[in-house]
């Protein structure tokens, strides 16, 4: 059974960093997409940054250009979104997701995967 689980999630002041990791198991990562998602109380989802499955490309929204980086370890089967610089928009629950396909990323759209994590609490506040 194919499983996604996020961690990392928590509160940070702004301009804080944090690193979320999505470890997938039940199927072999390096034959997905994966993206991370958030979703922000009264607001609906949307993409943050998608990966391809070698990690050759990589998408982000304008928002969090800059200062997310998303990144893959397929031999440990984990994707890791690195945040810097947290803003209080910021603050949503943070998904990650899979999509069994390959090739270039050209953009990052929460209903183009089929496979989610439970997600992680991201909160920016002083």
């Known amino acids: 059974q194919l499983q996604l689980v996020e961690s990392g999630g928590g509160l940070v002041q702004p301009g804080g960093s944090l690193r979320l990791s999505c470890v997938g198991s039940?199927?072999?990562?390096?034959?997905?997409?994966i993206g991370w998602f958030r979703q922000a109380p009264g607001k609906g989802r949307e993409g943050v940054s998608c990966?391809?499955?070698?990690?050759?490309?990589?998408n982000y929204a304008d928002s969090v250009e800059g200062r997310f980086t998303i990144s893959r370890d397929n031999d440990k089967n984990t994707v890791y979104l690195e945040m810097n610089s947290l803003k209080p928009e910021d603050t949503a629950v943070y998904y990650c997701?899979?999509?069994?396909?390959?090739?270039?990323?050209?953009?990052?759209?929460?209903?183009?995967?089929?496979?989610w994590g439970q997600g992680t609490q991201v909160t920016v506040s002083s």
């Open positions: 990966i391809s499955n070698d990690g050759d490309s990589t």
């Open positions: 039940g199927f072999t990562l390096d034959d997905f997409r």
């Open positions: 997701a899979a999509e069994a396909v390959s090739g270039t990323v050209f953009f990052c759209e929460p209903n183009e995967y089929d496979y």
